[in-house]
């Protein structure tokens, strides 16, 4: 069974809301990651699936979030970007 990982950059709770609830119709069990305080260095394997879910604004990322998204490695990982 394949482990199931939130990572998620939500200032105002939104975009928090949306990825677990996508994560809600594929398993009730997962980890989570708020890229507002979570600032380490993280790796995943072929037998995870991450959802990732950051905002846009006037169409880029917010610089914070995707400097910590950055950290996060992944192995043939399957991701769902939100």
Known sequence: MSNL???FFSPSGT??????QVAGN????????DLLTFNQEKEF?????????????AGRLPKT????LAKFKG?????IAI
């Open 5 to 7: 990982t939130k990572i």
């Open 15 to 20: 975009t928090k809301k949306v990825v677990e």
């Open 26 to 33: 594929l398993s009730s069990a997962s980890k989570s990651y």
């Open 45 to 57: 394997t072929n037998e995870d699936i991450v959802i990732v879910g950051m905002p846009v604004f």
């Open 65 to 68: 979030g995707s400097e910590r």
């Open 75 to 79: 192995n043939n990982t399957k991701a």
